[in-house]
């Protein structure tokens, strides 16, 4: 009997705008409208504003290591677009700034996550996001998981998760795949493939030809875009989330991008990949394709790309004021959301942290007469 | 009122909960239509649907991972580890998520869980069915561990962890599941976490224990003579521990044997001890001895009755520290 084939799939890619500015004015029809690009473009220069402030307080002594967002923002700006705004969740990792802040969340608090301060963390209560996930592949379980809860509660929302290229080498990035598809949860599995995991490239990271094929292995829709192209990166979303909406479950998306950057602050990418690679990818950069494109439409001007600048600055200088000019946490702060309701003996090693090496009973351990026969 | 076990108690409780709270669901590997491998949860998929007692791919850290997402998203999720030697691959989202969630987010995100898990010896089962590793959680804050012994504590600790609003982890002597039945309320009941059962009360020595070892501890008190009067608690909670019942036992007795299946060093019999040496050091007739697993991998089950803290063993603990 001749064998015959089971399972057969193809990988599509979509690009729309590229790097010349040129758009697919077919595959755009119905995405983003010349206000919105507008949009994103402001909201992209803000956001690589941010991230050389950041970098300048990091280098400055007054913050901890930052991982620059550079050269990936189209795909927070085109996703975050997609999804409603305080109603479908965001889960992300740490380069997705200008998604978390076009949903609401106040720019300084991701200033101080990395200022070391957990009230950065504090999520508002109209913001549907989880903070910051430093470890790498473990947080998209729990957007399968709230998108099962939203499914179970009749709920109309999506989850979005955004991790790298390798973090798809994990095994929760699997068993999050695996139980969003059987479970035909609401979310949107979004890899920005930007080709290196600190120093180690994709290729090395995985052998497979695209990271996209991995959705195949659990009956996952999937596609490869353009991740430098805010109209891929918005319509990609938009169909996906809109998929999930109608009950049709996950869906995943391999952004194709790059990180200009260093992996973070306390990296040195110069050790480990060569210029001429980060060159040809400078000149893929979102914002000069975006302006090309808003040029060559008479969308814009110098003089507003100036205004633009200018008002960039001014936004990030303010946000880089309130996070070093909030008051230092206090101690007790680190007790007291350990749970809902202290246990007595963490209540006392509260009370007792900067007062008896015991922490139990002061007269008991001799502390409290000291004085008298002083 | 119905005369019911371990297996019986926790079953009906769920069911309790779950017709009482539709944010509460069962999530867990043969948890459905086969009930669980210990037939804990037989009958609730029938009862409640399968979107409330589901059946999950084979994989206990997507289980705890889904499960904190569940949570999140405003469920009451009830997670079922089927042994406790398959929560290592769950490790990673309880100690490094749920656990974590409500503190590094300053009370912004909450991760209201019960894990059930079956735990420790006695039962004759294959390898790394037999552990108790009660201490790396207490060991780690931001999670509450809870292990009852009694069919009765097992629905009162049950309903306050599920209401609790922190990750509880639940776990269940398997040894106990069916050893016994006893009266349980039809009603709603709860047990506070974090406070001990004194089982027995006595003067002369303090018997601290948790789990399936109770009933040795039992088993050792027959056997003593009429005129040894001990004193036995039964932990319930691990974590938070109740201190409060220790120290003033001890402050009575003067004298304490901790007895747990879990290896000595670092276990719960460690901390037990330092506690008391830190608030009841001027009371103290003896050492605290420590009657537990041996700090070797839990044999299989042939020797498994030569690791565990049976009665003799415990019993000799008992003489040795009276005789101090």
Known sequence: MPKKVVYSANIEHMQILDEDGTLDTKLAKGTLTDEQVVYLYEQITTCRQFDEIAFK??????????????????????????????????????????????????????????????????????????????????????????????????????????????????????????????????????????????????????NSETVAQKALAYGMPTIQIDGNDIFATYKATRDAAGLARKGGGPTF???????????????????????????????????????KYM????????????????????????????????????????????????????LRQRETMRTTSIGIDPEQAGLRSQPQQA | MPQLTLVQAINTTLALEMAHDDRVILLGEDVGINGGVFRVTEGLQEKFGDDRVVDTPLDESGIMGSAIGLAIGGMRPIPEIQFEGFLGPAYDQLVNHAARMRTRTRGAITVPLTVRVPVGGGIHAPELHSDSPEAIYAHTPGLKVVMPCTPYDAKGLLLSAIRD?????????????????????????????????????????TVVTWGAPVF???????????????????????????????VESVKKTGRCVVVHEA??????????????????????????????????????????????????????????????
Request: with cysteine; glycine share 6%.
């Open chain 1, 57 to 206: 307080l990091q280098r400055s002594g007054r913050m901890g290591t930052y991982p620059q967002n550079k050269g990936q923002e189209a795909n927070a700006v085109g996703a975050g677009l997609a999804l409603r705004k305080g109603h479908d969740w965001i889960v992300p990792c740490y380069r997705e700034n200008a998604a978390l802040f076009m949903h609401g969340l106040p720019m300084h608090y991701i200033l101080l996550h990395w200022m070391g301060d957990e009230r950065g963390n504090q999520i508002p209560e109209q913001c549907n996001q989880t903070p910051i996930a430093i470890p790498i592949g473990t947080h998209m379980l729990h957007a399968a998981g709230i998108a099962w809860a939203c499914k179970l509660r009749g709920e109309d929302r999506v989850v979005a998760t955004f991790f790298g290229d390798g973090a798809t080498s994990e095994g929760d990035f699997h068993a999050a795949m695996n139980f969003a598809s059987v479970m035909q949860a609401p979310v949107v599995f979004y890899c920005q493939n930007n080709q290196w995991a600190i120093s180690t490239p994709r290729e090395v990271q995985m």
């Open chain 1, 295 to 346: 040029e060559n439409k008479g969308l814009w001007s110098d003089k507003q790309q100036t205004e633009l600048e200018e008002r960039a600055v001014r936004i990030v200088d303010e946000v880089a004021k309130t996070a070093l000019e909030i008051e230092k946490p206090v101690p007790a702060d680190f007790f007291n959301d350990m749970y809902a309701e202290l246990p007595t003996d963490l």
């Open chain 2, 263 to 324: 290896p000595k060093t670092a276990g719960m019999g460690a901390e037990i001890s330092a506690l008391i040496q830190e608030h009841c050091f001027l009371h103290l007739e003896a050492p605290v001895q420590r009657c537990a697993g041996f700090d070797t991998i839990m044999p299989y089950y042939k020797l498994e009755l030569d690791y565990l803290p049976e009665t003799p063993r415990i019993q000799k603990s008992i003489e040795e520290c009276l005789a101090y």
């Open chain 1, 253 to 291: 998306i391999e952004a194709v991008t790059y990180r200009l950057g260093d992996h973070t602050t306390a990296d040195d990418a110069r050790r480990y990949r060569d210029q001429g690679e980060v060159d040809a990818w400078q000149s893929k950069d979102p914002l000069i394709r975006i302006r």
């Open chain 2, 165 to 205: 609003p922190d990750p509880v982890i639940y776990f269940e002597p398997k040894r106990v599941y069916r050893s016994f039945r006893e009266e349980v309320p039809d009603e709603d009941y709860t047990i506070p976490l974090g406070q001990a059962k004194v089982v027995s009360e006595g003067d002369d020595i």
């Open chain 2, 216 to 246: 040795q501890c039992l088993g050792a008190l027959d056997n003593l003579p009429e005129d040894v009067s001990v004193e036995l608690i039964d932990l319930r909670t691990i974590y938070p521990l109740d201190i409060e019942t220790i």
